[in-house]
């Protein structure tokens, strides 16, 4: 195997401070068809050092702790005969975050992987737990477009921009709390924070899942809170897209745990609580003051449990199913088809990106991911058991389930590492619905980080590949075709580094085969970050996927 570092630069990836805060216009190459025009945002975070007002560096140690910012890429058509234009905007959302970290050169509040000073005491640390801290809002995962609930009238604290293009009036960015940070959808500043208890009074817990989830019929929106205690407190609820009112579908107990994703079908809302549990009764997470160091050992005999809530006839909890043990940050799609042992009843079949273990959190440390590193800790063979694999469940019968005895999860199939996807996609039109491709980011040990973009056939388990050495590719967002029949008529929009010359450029695949189509050259690095939303100039879905 070709050492890591040889073969795949992409520091300037992660060390950057490109950004465009005016619109930009990119030389575009190749064809992007006309059915891709619209907008598409990113999140991630840019670059991790800043100067303190005292002349030293501060640097944040994991990739989740970076600087939060969205970029933002218009398509247009002037004419009907024209070719693309593309204009790119970026933006730092973090002002007060930066401020905090140039004046006193830490930071105060929770984290996902900032470790506390080694040097302070026991006692100070346990003091720690009980004074307040100054809240921290470097929150960039996810984003929302027109989040129900968050209409200018309700959320924005200042006058909506006229004129935001393809129809985004509000734009939420999101990540594993019930914290939100309200964004401008064309300058990109930050406008404020939300909270969920805005949206009901009993979602006050700590923890909520990054990437909701979207009826891509109704819009509406649905989430889990989980609050934080001996027992954690989870919290299932919807907001409705017509009226903004939010009701609680569920509520149960069980470990807190940090659960990045969860999966809907057209009846039912699917919680699995895998295997990253919060230790002490989530004091662990006010002692480290981040989430990576709260989270305990993954543990080989604790199952993984899945919790079925109905969303359609308010029964609330309706069954329970158990799985060995995993972990996971994304899921991929769910949908109800007839039981396999019963027509009349009821099965639901899930897919995700599954992790034997939660080593997957500790490989994105900086010195991990820098190809600079040398000697990586999780390159090679010690990164294996930090691959995903695609993988799908099915929870049997839902009829027969009940909430309080468990089930079986039955394991359908888990996909060789090599062939399997992280930052999954699929077509949307098929959310809810069965679907047979998923893509993503291929890792196959040929880089400190991402080396591909996959395409994933679930019913053959079969792969094809997109790559170029040395390019370092990002989430692909799917865009369908309007004219398409097929599952894969559309295209892919993924923005890709290119580590030898350190520019980015917004690449578009035909998803049938993933050859390239076309492309619009940016002037710098765009930093390698974490997941994005696209609105169409006449898209038919708009949410979270």
Same mark, same amino acid.
């Given at each position: 195997?070709?050492?890591?570092?040889?073969?795949?630069?992409?520091?300037?990836?992660?060390?950057?401070?490109?950004?465009?805060?005016?619109?930009?216009?990119?030389?575009?190459?190749?064809?992007?068809?006309?059915?891709?025009?619209?907008?598409?945002?990113?999140?991630?975070?840019?670059?991790?050092?800043?100067?303190?007002?005292?002349?030293?560096?501060?640097?944040?140690?994991?990739?989740?702790?970076?600087?939060?910012?969205?970029?933002?890429?218009?398509?247009?058509? !002037?004419?009907?005969?024209?070719?693309?234009? *593309?204009?790119?905007?970026?933006?730092?959302?973090?002002?007060?975050?930066?401020?905090?970290?140039?004046?006193?050169?830490?930071?105060?509040? $929770?984290?996902?992987?900032?470790?506390?000073?080694?040097?302070?005491?026991?006692?100070?640390? $346990?003091?720690?737990?009980?004074?307040?801290?100054?809240?921290?809002?470097?929150?960039?995962?996810?984003?929302?477009?027109?989040?129900?609930?968050?209409? @200018?009238?309700? +959320?924005?604290?200042?006058?909506?921009?006229? =004129?935001?293009?393809?129809? +985004?009036?509000?734009?939420?960015?999101?990540?594993?709390?019930?914290?939100?940070?309200?964004?401008?959808?064309?300058?990109?500043?930050?406008?404020?924070?939300?909270?969920?208890?805005?949206?009901?009074?009993?979602?006050? =817990?700590?923890?909520?899942?990054?990437?909701?989830?979207?009826?891509?019929?109704?819009?509406?929106?649905?989430?889990?809170?989980?609050?934080?205690? @001996?027992?954690? +407190?989870?919290?299932?609820?919807?907001?409705?897209?017509?009226? =903004?009112?939010?009701? /609680?579908?569920?509520?149960?107990?069980?470990?807190?745990?940090?659960?990045?994703?969860?999966?809907?079908?057209?009846?039912?809302?699917?919680?699995?609580?895998?295997?990253?549990? *919060?230790?002490?009764? =989530?004091?662990?997470?006010?002692?480290?003051?981040?989430?990576?160091?709260?989270?305990?050992?993954?543990?080989?005999?604790?199952?993984?449990?899945?919790?079925?809530?109905?969303?359609?006839?308010?029964?609330?909890?309706?069954?329970?199913?158990?799985?060995?043990?995993?972990?996971?940050?994304?899921?991929?799609?769910?949908?109800?088809?007839?039981?396999?042992?019963?027509?009349?009843?009821?099965?639901?079949?899930?897919?995700?990106?599954?992790?034997?273990?939660?080593?997957?959190?500790?490989?994105?440390?900086?010195?991990?991911?820098?190809?600079?590193?040398?000697?990586?800790?999780?390159?090679?063979?010690?990164?294996?058991?930090?691959?995903?694999?695609?993988?799908?469940?099915?929870?049997?019968?839902?009829?027969?389930?009940? !909430?309080?005895?468990?089930?079986?999860?039955?394991?359908?199939?888990?996909?060789?590492?090599?062939?399997?996807?992280?930052?999954?996609?699929?077509? @949307?039109?098929?959310?809810?619905?069965?679907?047979?491709?998923?893509?993503?980011?291929?890792?196959?040990?040929?880089?400190?980080? %991402?080396?591909?973009? $996959?395409?994933?056939?679930?019913?053959?388990?079969?792969? /094809?590949?997109?790559?170029?050495?040395?390019?370092? @590719?990002?989430?692909? $967002?799917?865009?369908?075709? !309007?004219?398409?029949?097929?599952?894969?008529?559309?295209?892919?929009?993924?923005?890709?580094?290119?580590?030898? *010359?350190?520019?980015?450029?917004?690449?578009?695949?035909?998803?049938?085969?993933?050859?390239?189509?076309?492309?619009?050259?940016?002037?710098? !690095? %765009?930093?390698?970050?974490?997941?994005g939303a696209y609105k169409g100039s006449a898209r038919r879905y708009d949410g979270d996927i």
């Amino acid at each position: 195997m070709v050492a890591a570092t040889d073969v795949w630069p992409n520091d300037s990836g992660f060390d950057t401070n490109y950004e465009e805060h005016e619109p930009v216009e990119l030389a575009v190459t190749g064809t992007i068809p006309e059915f891709a025009a619209g907008v598409l945002y990113r999140t991630g975070p840019l670059g991790y050092k800043a100067n303190t007002d005292d002349g030293k560096v501060w640097a944040a140690k994991h990739w989740f702790d970076g600087f939060s910012c969205v970029h933002r890429f218009q398509i247009d058509f !002037p004419d009907a005969n024209s070719p693309a234009k *593309v204009q790119y905007r970026s933006r730092r959302t973090v002002d007060e975050y930066l401020e905090l970290v140039r004046a006193t050169g830490k930071v105060d509040g $929770i984290t996902f992987a900032a470790k506390r000073d080694p040097c302070e005491s026991f006692f100070k640390k $346990i003091m720690g737990m009980f004074q307040p801290s100054r809240v921290t809002k470097n929150v960039g995962v996810t984003l929302s477009l027109n989040m129900p609930g968050g209409t @200018p009238a309700q +959320v924005s604290e200042k006058p909506a921009v006229n =004129g935001h293009t393809s129809g +985004v009036q509000t734009l939420h960015a999101k990540t594993d709390s019930a914290q939100m940070k309200r964004i401008d959808p064309e300058t990109l500043e930050p406008l404020g924070m939300a909270y969920q208890a805005e949206l009901h009074p009993d979602l006050r =817990g700590e923890f909520s899942a990054a990437h909701g989830k979207s009826d891509p019929e109704t819009g509406d929106f649905f989430n889990f809170n989980c609050k934080l205690g @001996p027992k954690g +407190v989870y919290r299932v609820f919807q907001t409705s897209a017509s009226t =903004g009112t939010t009701k /609680i579908l569920a509520t149960f107990e069980d470990k807190a745990a940090y659960i990045h994703s969860l999966f809907l079908t057209e009846n039912y809302v699917i919680l699995c609580i895998w295997n990253s549990h *919060v230790k002490w009764a =989530g004091l662990s997470v006010l002692y480290h003051k981040n989430v990576l160091d709260a989270i305990g050992p993954f543990d080989p005999k604790s199952k993984a449990t899945w919790y079925v809530v109905d969303r359609r006839h308010g029964k609330g909890l309706v069954a329970k199913y158990k799985s060995d043990p995993f972990f996971c940050f994304h899921s991929v799609n769910a949908w109800e088809e007839p039981s396999s042992t019963d027509p009349k009843k009821t099965d639901i079949i899930t897919e995700l990106s599954m992790f034997e273990n939660t080593d997957v959190m500790h490989r994105f440390y900086y010195d991990n991911l820098l190809s600079s590193g040398g000697g990586l800790e999780y390159a090679g063979k010690k990164r294996l058991s930090c691959l995903p694999m695609q993988t799908q469940f099915r929870l049997s019968s839902i009829e027969d389930a009940s !909430p309080s005895s468990a089930l079986p999860a039955e394991l359908l199939f888990k996909a060789d590492k090599m062939i399997s996807v992280e930052l999954p996609t699929i077509n @949307p039109r098929y959310l809810t619905q069965r679907h047979r491709y998923t893509y993503g980011c291929a890792d196959r040990l040929k880089s400190s980080f %991402m080396d591909g973009i $996959i395409k994933f056939d679930n019913v053959t388990q079969t792969s /094809i590949l997109w790559e170029t050495q040395g390019h370092t @590719p990002g989430e692909p $967002i799917f865009i369908a075709d !309007p004219d398409g029949k097929a599952e894969d008529d559309g295209v892919l929009l993924t923005v890709v580094l290119d580590g030898y *010359v350190e520019r980015s450029y917004l690449l578009v695949l035909n998803a049938k085969d993933l050859s390239e189509m076309g492309r619009a050259e940016m002037a710098g !690095p %765009m930093a390698l970050g974490f997941h994005g939303a696209y609105k169409g100039s006449a898209r038919r879905y708009d949410g979270d996927i």
